[in-house]
């Protein structure tokens, strides 16, 4: 069953594809083996599949997910994914 996400939260999902969007066209790849699309890419397929995105590298034990999307359910990012046409499902 899908959730309805609220229009707002489909405006953000509008405002990150378009960033990585002109990431791409600026030449990143999100399949390097380095990079902060990559990056990217790597968290946001792991919020979809319920994850926490990693770690910040804080060195306080916060993940992606609780320090920069605290609240923001699975389907925000199985959106994005699928946006990005990035595989999230195992």
């Known amino acids: 069953m899908n959730k309805r996400l609220s229009n707002t939260a489909l405006d953000q999902i509008d405002e990150i594809v378009a960033r990585y969007q002109v990431m791409i066209a600026d030449g990143q790849d999100p399949y390097a083996k380095t ?3 990559k990056d990217c890419r790597i968290q946001h397929t792991s919020m979809a599949a319920a994850g ?16 920069y999307y605290k609240g923001f359910s699975d389907i925000f990012f199985q959106r994005i994914c699928e946006r990005m046409r990035w595989e999230w499902r195992d």
Do not use: A, F, K, M
């Open 35 to 37: 990079g902060i699309l």
């Open 52 to 67: 926490n995105g990693g770690p910040t590298g804080y060195g306080d034990g916060t993940t992606i997910r609780e320090c």
